[in-house]
Structures are given as structure tokens and as C-alpha cells.
């Protein structure tokens, strides 16, 4: 079998940073499974495809030509759509939020879904998402549910906002935080929660370095 360590838990609470240091560590591939939805949600806004229509959405995920290529000097993936470098794209507020809707929608979940799973190959895969635990890797030896109190996470993407040299504010960061955790939490398919067997860890107060001990040791017992 090979071994899958998933990293699930709401947006904020560090899980690529984490996922990208594990992964290096223990020289696993890598999954960031909500790049493959911010990508799908940037190929359906550039073909103006809405929320509503199913038909063409499902269409988009049985053909989105997404590949991943490994960035060592960012410790992480840059992300090609089309065969076009669109990782920068991603990372804004509106693709994210796209993203968050599009995941609502139960068939094109499950039409992403075999997507995801091909990426487990030996040695090993760590998965980065919300439900990698509880629905695309239900059997993974080493899972992870990594949480934060809503008012950091707000701080922290504000933060990665204004490193790009995007303008907010935090009452307007915190309640797009708290909105999508209500859509996360409460949507009818694979909604975010944590595995029963998941190790939580509150990374509030805690440094990413910290967090990554803990995570590598679950890995190694």
C-alpha cells in the first residue's frame, strides 16, 4: 500500500505551508488538492461558465489540461492550466472564492475526485485540502485536521494579501473568513470536518516549524 498523510482543515491555518515542508522532508509527492479547484474555478470563469450549468462544468473537469510542476526554490508546485504558468492567478480572492462555490456542487466533487487519487504513487503522497481524510484518501495510515481560531487566520491571509500588494482590511478579511467556513462546514457533500482518526492540532499560537515536529512525528511512529 502506498502511504497517504492527508492535512485537512479550514482556509488560514497554514495547511500548504505545512504540506509543502512534510512533503520535502519525507520526499513524498504532493497534493494540493484546493489548487486543483482554484484552477478548475479560473478555466470555467475564462470560458464563462456559471455556477448553474452543470453540464458544461462537468465537460470542464473531465478535460481541464492542469498539470503540477515542482518549485524547489518555493518549497512548493507551480500550477500550469492550458499549458499557461497560473500559479500567482490561484492565489487571489476572487479565484478562491469561486472555488469555494464550485465545491458545493456534489458531481463535479465526484468528477474531480479520481483526479485527486492518481496523484498517490510511491514513495508516498501528502494531501493538502478539506476532505482528503474523510472522502479521497479514507484509508490513509497518517491523517491530520489542522485548526486556528477565525481572527488569526483572518490576520494571516491578510498578511499574504498585502505581500502581494493587495489592499483589505481586516473586518472585511474576517468575514470572508467566516463565510466560507460556514459554506465548508455546512455544504451537503464532503464538508469540512475532521477525520475521526485525524490528529488535531491548533495552530493558533503555535510557529510552522512547530507544527511540522508534530505532524512528522505521527508519520514516524
Known amino acids: 500500500m502506498i502511504p497517504v498523510l492527508t492535512i ?3 482556509s488560514g491555518v497554514g495547511k500548504g505551508t505545512v504540506a509543502n515542508i512534510v512533503a520535502n522532508q519525507l520526499k513524498w509527492h504532493l497534493l494540493d488538492s484546493g489548487a486543483i479547484y482554484r484552477a478548475f474555478a479560473l478555466a470555467a470563469s475564462k470560458r464563462n461558465i456559471h455556477l448553474d450549468n452543470t453540464k458544461e462544468l462537468l465537460d470542464l473537469a473531465s478535460n481541464l489540461n492542469l498539470r503540477f510542476e515542482s518549485d524547489p526554490a518555493n518549497n512548493g508546485l507551480d500550477v500550469y492550466l492550458d499549458n499557461t504558468e497560473v500559479s500567482s492567478e490561484l492565489r487571489t480572492e476572487k479565484t ?3 472555488a469555494s462555490n464550485f465545491a458545493m456542487i456534489g458531481a463535479l466533487r465526484e468528477s474531480l475526485l479520481i483526479r485527486q487519487q492518481q496523484f498517490r504513487k ?24 489542522l485548526t486556528a481560531n477565525a481572527e488569526e487566520r483572518a490576520k494571516r491571509r491578510l498578511k499574504q494579501l498585502h505581500e502581494r500588494g493587495i489592499a483589505g482590511n481586516i473586518s472585511h478579511t474576517l468575514e470572508e473568513v467566516k463565510n466560507r467556513d460556514e459554506r465548508d462546514a455546512s455544504r451537503k457533500h464532503s464538508p469540512l470536518r ?20 508534530r505532524v512528522m512525528a505521527l508519520v514516524k511512529v
Open 8 to 10: 485537512d482543515g479550514p
Open 96 to 98: 478562491a472564492e469561486l
Open 122 to 145: 510511491l514513495p508516498g503522497l501528502v494531501a493538502d485540502g478539506r476532505d482528503m481524510g474523510t472522502v479521497v484518501f479514507k484509508d490513509a495510515p497518517y491523517k491530520v485536521f
Open 194 to 213: 475532521p477525520s475521526e482518526e485525524a490528529l488535531i492540532i491548533d495552530t493558533s499560537d503555535l510557529t510552522v516549524n512547530e507544527v511540522v515536529t
